[in-house]
């Protein structure tokens, strides 16, 4: 059957699910501008047009002892380097504190593949800060965390994340996803679970009605036909959750970030993605994810500007201010904002920005 543009963009427009082969064409033969415009319109339908979200939160690495050796990330060491770290109590106390103070109540928690420690050392974490900050939320770990320390602690899937639930973990971040085809995880993070693994964590979280977000890293090693590949499988396990469950509340998708990287190194004809091509894959994420209420762009990866222009394509939130990351900014990423700075972005592009929750219930000025 021959694809039409028209048709294809009218059938998004009406939120019906795209095929692989229909994202594909489009993404190669519609104008920016008409991806740009049938994503602003699904956005309206499905958020508050005049408004973009943002949230104040930190990101704080558990440990940068990994043995997963990512090829994109220049963070982490090798489990017997003398120069890793474990963030000790101390330290979770003055970054909560800070956070508390700028008016945020919600940490990211990541900490890489870490031989040494298994469910005891997180679900000890988890109740010792819920003990410390009653409120503080905790958003952490992600599938191919989960997958390690179920499989190190001889735990299924279900009991791990019950557990980790029990000593206070709130939500489950998209961490790990890449690009959630084989051929491309064998080759840019080969240690991790597969991408059937990463997506069954997520079914079982959403099971269980545990929060959850969905990521894309791309711009590396992948095709346009993976990208879209990824996109179907998210929506789809999305289309899978029970009614009622919260599933995927937004997804992220942000570019390689390549600077000194291995990838680099192994592939130096990867070119840097272009605002175009950024601007592009958040509206073809609108497009296709038509199940998955919020879309963020990533001001951290690629600018205010671009990022102000991805609000006119399809993107809704601005994420966070970020008050510490570790692993893209190791990688090239020098970006920074402040509370004002992210509120004066979204004003400056013609939106009113609310400050929301973990779950986007909630909104304030």
């Known amino acids: 059957m021959k694809l039409d543009i028209n048709i294809i963009l009218s059938k998004a427009l009406n939120l019906g699910f795209l095929s692989v082969d229909e994202l594909i064409f489009i993404y190669n033969n519609a104008s920016l501008g008409e991806l740009m415009s049938c994503a602003n319109s699904i ?3 499905l958020t508050q047009p005049s408004i973009v979200s943002w949230i104040v939160d930190r990101n704080i690495n558990i440990s940068n002892r990994c043995f997963c050796g990512c090829k994109f ?3 982490h060491v090798k489990p017997n380097d003398k120069s890793f770290f474990v963030t000790s109590l101390e330290e979770y106390k003055q970054k909560i504190d800070v956070l508390f103070k700028l008016g945020g109540n919600q940490i990211l928690l990541q900490g890489g593949l870490d031989p040494y420690v298994d469910i005891n050392f997180y679900t000890n974490l988890f109740r010792e800060l ?5 409120s503080l939320i905790i958003h952490a770990l992600g599938p191919a965390e989960i997958h390690f320390i179920a499989k190190k602690s001889n735990l299924t899937i279900s009991e791990t994340l019950e557990m980790l639930v029990d000593a206070g973990l709130d939500s489950l971040p998209g961490a790990g996803a890449e690009i959630l085809v084989d051929r491309v995880r064998q080759i840019v993070s080969p240690n991790k679970c597969s991408s059937d693994e990463w997506l069954n964590i997520m079914r079982v979280a959403h099971q269980m009605n545990l929060l959850t977000s969905a990521t894309m890293m791309f711009g590396h090693v992948e095709t346009i036909a993976e990208r879209m590949e990824h996109l179907i499988k998210i929506r789809d396990l999305q289309a899978e959750r029970p009614e009622g469950a919260h599933g995927f509340k937004a997804f992220i998708a942000w570019p390689l970030q ?6 680099e190194k192994e592939y130096p004809n990867i070119k840097r993605t272009s605002a175009t091509e950024y601007i592009k894959m958040i509206a073809i994420s609108r497009i296709a994810l038509v199940n998955v209420q919020n879309i963020q762009a990533s001001w951290l990866t690629v600018g205010k500007e671009i990022a102000q222009v991805c609000l006119y394509a399809g993107a809704n939130d601005l994420g966070s201010i970020m008050i510490e990351e570790n692993v893209v900014s190791s990688a090239g ?3 920074s904002m402040n509370q004002s700075q992210l509120i004066n972005t979204i004003i400056e592009a013609g939106f009113k920005p609310l400050k929301r929750n973990q779950d986007y219930s909630q909104y304030t000025e």
């Open 43 to 45: 956005r309206e339908k």
């Open 73 to 75: 990330c220049n963070f």
């Open 130 to 134: 819920k003990k410390l900050y009653p």
């Open 258 to 263: 390549k600077k000194g990287t291995t990838l």
């Open 333 to 335: 990423s020098n970006i």
